[in-house]
């Protein structure tokens, strides 16, 4: 139960009533005046003294009557409540004397005065009011006073001084963290600045107790300025202390197989300091290695350190509990299902019976969360009890799914020079015949192109990364080497390198055929016509990729090899073949310069450059080929001035790229030809160089290139803008 000054506000007045309403009830008492002596409760009358003492009111004799008599004093009482949370009762006011007085000179206190509020007869009613109960008070907070920012008014300038850390190698890390530091000199009050230099007092110890200095004091002093326009100094004193070190180590797990699986990554040794930045290391060496080696259920426990003050060592001892060793099993799953626990064994990259290994799950986690079908997904081990070979047991792992919306709306958009603009947006439905059987709708709108396009794939079709694909599609294209309209039909199984898993060999394979209507320069009757073309064609590619990076590679090489075989219907049947090979290099000069190389051979043999469609042929120039060049800017050109394309090409390309944080500068020189033989001659090589830009995303670079030729030809670009994602190779 509370208290009556928890639940109530009392006037000085109503506390005078009640205390003589106390004094009524409870026969005996008296009350001293104030600044007499009163005793504590419990204490008797001093010895010294032992007459009672006497209290009167001012101007009165002892041997006077009482102020006010027993009888009339309880006759104006008004009657007590049992319910002590009752409000209290009014009091009528006592009549006047019958003499006619006023009664104040009797009661030997002055009278009010009747300027005075107290003296009118509404105070006296409204003091005489009972109290309103509890639930009507107003509880609406007090207004918050408009809070001010410390930049607003700074008023204090100070310094910062450490002493004692720069000898140990912590007076880096504090700056770093401190918040004297964080405050840049600035400050609106000394207690602002006492403040921060209490935390970086603590700061100061934690600092030196997580390199073994257990015994580390510091004291954190503001000094006032020695004279007027000087700072405040705010100074940071520390003390190490002696430096403690491990002294016996024990670690309390059973036996693992191999032997040595815990000690050989727990790399704590007696006589080393107890840096916390290595007992935590080592520690995590051990519960990264443990489930690694099939161990699923390991689990570190907590260290103990027990320091000895005389030595300044400490004795180390962490308890390990590694559970069951484990083989794989099978997969189940739960949730909403995007696909069923068979396609998620098209994933993993283990096996039945395989020793278990955490990440070979992590990669398992990875791989369903780059189908892009889950808002959340999780792999956990669980345990079935049954023996497998050697000792171990199985487990299962559980796939919890919760699928996520599978439809996408993308766009994208780039410019080059010679290309003009190119805007393409798609709609994909990612698993509209699962499990990750995908449509995909998309458009084409450009300068020099514009079309449409539907395609079903299929992402890792029995195998993962394997990819089945049918397209077909409608393009209009508008360039200067041709226009066309094309139709085409294709299906193409491949095996690409992804972020999560770059491959070293990546292949594809397929069919491809192709109706189409082009126009091209006739040199029989020296003008331009338009013939129809129908293709057959059985593209195949393989690479070999030993960089370091796949959207972004620093160090190592890649070799890429097309061919494709085809055959070309007009008026007759006219078989080829069609072959590329790329080869790019890449050298780290320092931690932020990076050379980069590439050279490209192409060549068409089995059919005269006249007989092949346009679309066929080989060009070069533009933001993928020669920089500097518009797109099919370079090779043989018909009377009419209009590129005509041919047979073979060669193009080299050599940049610098130097990166400094998320950009990076880019100078280059690029070079190729392009010819009407079916070899590439390495003669006539024209050149251009140029300086581009770089911004460095978590989904690869963007790159903005601007290069002009070398020894330009009338009708060449002056200037050749590219903009795009990725590196120009």
Do not use: C
């Not at 008004?78 to 006592?94: I, R, V």
């Not at 510091?218 to 000087?230: C, L």
């Not at 079903?456 to 990819?467: I, K, L, P, Q, V």
């Amino acid at each position: 139960m509370r208290s009556l000054w928890e639940d109530r506000a009392i006037s000085g007045v109503e506390l005078g009533i009640l205390l003589l309403a106390s004094s009524a009830l409870m026969p005996g008492a008296a009350f001293a005046q104030i600044g007499g002596n009163v005793g504590k409760p419990g204490q008797s009358a001093p010895a010294e003294d032992p007459e009672p003492v006497e209290t009167t009111q001012p101007g009165t004799a002892p041997d006077e009557k009482p102020i006010v008599p027993d009888e009339e004093f309880e006759k104006a009482l008004p009657p007590l409540s049992d319910d002590m949370n009752a409000p209290l009762e009014p009091m009528t006011p006592a009549p006047p004397p019958a003499d006619g007085t006023t009664g104040e000179a009797s009661a030997g206190l002055d009278p009010l005065d009747a300027e005075s509020p107290l003296g009118q007869s509404e105070a006296e009613t409204e003091l005489a009011a009972p109290l309103p109960p509890l639930s009507e008070f107003d509880t609406t907070p007090i207004a918050e006073a408009m809070q001010l920012n410390d930049g607003d008014a700074v008023e204090i300038r100070y310094a910062t001084r450490v002493t004692g850390l720069k000898e140990i190698g912590l007076e880096d890390e504090f700056r770093d963290l401190s918040a004297l530091e964080d405050g840049d000199g600035e400050a609106a009050n000394a207690a602002i600045i006492g403040a921060r230099a209490r935390e970086d007092e603590a700061l100061a110890v934690r600092l030196m107790k997580s390199l073994g200095y257990y015994d580390a004091t510091a004291v954190a002093t503001v000094d006032q300025p020695a004279a007027a326009g000087q700072p405040t100094t705010a100074t940071i004193a520390a003390v190490p202390g002696p430096l403690y070190k491990l002294g016996r180590i024990k670690v309390e797990a059973d036996p693992t197989v191999p032997p040595s699986l815990i000690a050989d990554n727990f790399q704590l040794k007696t006589g080393e300091p107890i840096d916390a930045v290595r007992v935590q290391a080592a520690e995590a060496a051990v519960s990264v290695a443990l489930p690694q080696n099939g161990y699923p259920f390991a689990e570190v426990g907590q260290r103990d350190i027990l320091l000895d003050e005389t030595t300044q060592t400490g004795d180390y001892t962490l308890p390990v509990t590694i559970g069951p060793r484990a083989r794989f099993r099978n997969i189940t799953t739960e949730g909403k299902l995007a696909f069923d626990a068979r396609h998620v064994e098209v994933l993993t990259r283990f096996d039945r019976d395989d020793l278990y290994d955490s990440r070979k799950v992590d990669d398992l986690r990875d791989a369903l969360v780059a189908t892009s079908l889950f808002s959340t997904v999780s792999v956990e081990p669980v345990k079935t009890g049954e023996a497998a070979a050697e000792g171990t047991e199985y487990v299962d792992l559980l796939v919890r799914q919760q699928a996520g919306p599978p439809r996408t709306l993308a766009g994208e958009l780039g410019f080059s020079t010679g290309q003009g603009l190119r805007a393409e947006v798609s709609w994909t439905h990612r698993n509209l015949f699962p499990p990750e059987g995908a449509l995909i709708l998309s458009g084409v709108a450009g300068t020099q192109e514009q079309g449409a396009s539907a395609t079903f794939r299929r992402s890792n079709a029995g195998r993962r990364d394997r990819t089945f694909q049918l397209v077909a599609s409608a393009l209009r294209t508008d360039v200067e080497a041709f226009t066309g309209l094309t139709g085409t039909l294709s299906a193409t199984v491949s095996y690409d390198s992804t972020p999560i898993w770059q491959k070293e060999l990546t292949y594809s394979y397929g069919v491809e055929l192709v109706g189409t209507s082009e126009d091209r320069y006739d040199f029989n009757r020296n003008a331009r016509e338009r013939g129809v073309y129908f293709i057959a064609a059985l593209p195949l590619f393989a690479g070999w990729d030993k960089s370091d990076d796949l959207l972004n590679p620093t160090r190592g090489y890649r070799v890429k090899l097309n061919l494709s075989p085809e055959t070309s219907v007009r008026g007759g049947t006219r078989p080829y073949a069609r072959a590329m090979l790329e080869g790019t290099a890449y050298y780290p000069v320092t931690d932020s310069i990076v050379l980069a190389g590439r050279a490209r051979f192409g060549t068409i043999q089995g059919i005269d450059r006249n007989a092949l469609a346009p679309s066929r042929r080989y060009y070069a120039g533009g933001g993928g080929s020669v920089r500097g060049f518009g797109y099919q800017e370079l090779g043989p050109r018909a009377p009419d001035g209009k590129p005509i394309g041919g047979r073979s090409f060669n193009e080299f390309a050599i940049e610098a790229r130097y990166r400094f944080g998320n950009f990076g500068i880019v100078p280059f020189v690029d070079a190729g030809q392009v010819y009407e033989s079916g070899l590439p001659k390495l003669t006539d090589m024209r050149f251009g160089f140029g300086i581009g830009g770089r911004m460095y995303t978590n989904f690869g670079p963007l790159r903005l290139d601007v290069a002009t030729p070398i020894n330009r030809k009338p009708g060449e670009s002056k200037i050749a803008l590219y903009i795009s994602i990725g590196q120009a190779f």
